[in-house]
């Protein structure tokens, strides 16, 4: 009898671990094809949006007052805690709590969630804003709309430096923006918690982009925030290069170029993707930026075997797109496993 006992009990747990991954696999699945449909529209409220509004507000209180360095260092890492841990923490309430009223709600919650923190068609969209109008010669248009999109002083550039900081941005966001955000939505989703694990990192990339500089008054308030997010994106930046590398049949060009040229840019993650993206189109990327009126020496990616145009850049877009669906398909099988 207590044999019996014990393997209805497995059985029942067994079904309903089987339920939980199917529910998993449906929501990575739809929040995939929402942002390839949809993505972000403008009008729609976005996560972000909340994010960037509470980050504000803290950096403005932390800011109002004359604090020693290691006080503000305290005050970003409490920063850090809250924005990522809140984002993960209240999302997981709201899923749990409307979870009780309704799985379908709650499921059509988590999956816009989701789908919000995939950005690839924004990305397309953003790139294709610059290029419309490099397309038409309207080389003002094109400065205004990339300004929209880049840190860098856009005012000065030439078509090909326009079309540089075009394939620089698609390159690097592709892992931070999209590639990352389906990672730990994958991890997440092993844990039966895809929505706050994928928001938990956009929150992480937001600070990053928001407070994570070097200079002041960011110099120790956001230096937490940058580590956080370098130490978050270091994986799935590494696998999204081992990824970029087989899609582009060069595989081993492609890491030893890496291994050249991405360990001489300052940033852990940003030299690799964006070299694994130069070294697979056979595009040079790096050189002479200017941000706010400093002029940054970048180090060179790669090799030039051809100029960088449009056609390179709807390439990288393609790329970004078969890295994500092997992800995903990757993430699925994982999934599907763990319900077996």
Avoid at 76 to 95: F, Q, R, Y
């Amino acid at each position: 009898m207590p044999a019996l006992w014990s393997s209805q009990v497995w059985s029942s747990q067994a079904i309903e671990v089987a339920e939980c991954r199917q529910y998993d696999i449906a929501v990575l699945l739809v929040a995939a094809w929402l942002d390839y449909i949809i993505g972000d529209p403008w009008s729609w409220p976005h996560p972000v949006q909340f994010m960037g509004k509470g980050i504000d507000g803290y950096v403005k209180r932390a800011t109002a007052q004359t604090y020693s360095p290691v006080t503000m260092r305290f005050l970003g890492i409490g920063l850090a805690i809250l924005i990522i841990g809140g984002s993960a923490g209240v999302s997981a309430l709201l899923l749990c709590l409307l979870g009780k009223v309704s799985l379908l709600l709650r499921g059509c919650l988590e999956v816009v969630w989701v789908a919000s923190c995939f950005a690839g068609r924004s990305l397309r969209a953003s790139a294709e804003d610059v290029l419309q109008p490099l397309a038409a010669d309207n080389l003002q248009l094109a400065r205004e709309r990339l300004s929209l999109y880049v840190g860098r002083d856009t005012q000065a550039l030439s078509t090909p430096d326009i079309y540089r900081a075009v394939l620089e941005t698609v390159s690097e966001n592709a892992i931070d923006g999209v590639l990352a955000p389906l990672f730990y939505a994958i991890v997440g989703a092993l844990f039966g918690v895809a929505a706050p694990f994928a928001l938990a990192y956009k929150a992480a990339s937001t600070l990053d982009s928001m407070v994570g500089y070097r200079e002041a008054p960011y110099t120790d308030l956001g230096w937490f925030s940058a580590k956080l997010e370098d130490a978050l994106t270091w994986l799935p930046c590494r696998l999204s290069v081992l990824t970029v590398a087989l899609l582009s049949g060069r595989p081993g060009h492609v890491l030893r170029i890496c291994r050249r040229d991405a360990v001489a840019d300052p940033s852990p993650n940003a030299g690799w993707s964006e070299c694994a993206y130069a070294a697979a189109l056979g595009v040079q990327m790096g050189g002479l930026n200017v941000y706010r009126g400093n002029v940054v020496e970048k180090p060179l990616l790669a090799d030039a075997d051809r100029p960088i145009d449009s056609t390179v850049i709807w390439q990288a877009l393609q790329i970004t797109r078969r890295s994500f669906l092997i992800g995903l398909i990757c993430g699925l099988l994982c999934l599907g496993a763990g319900s077996v």
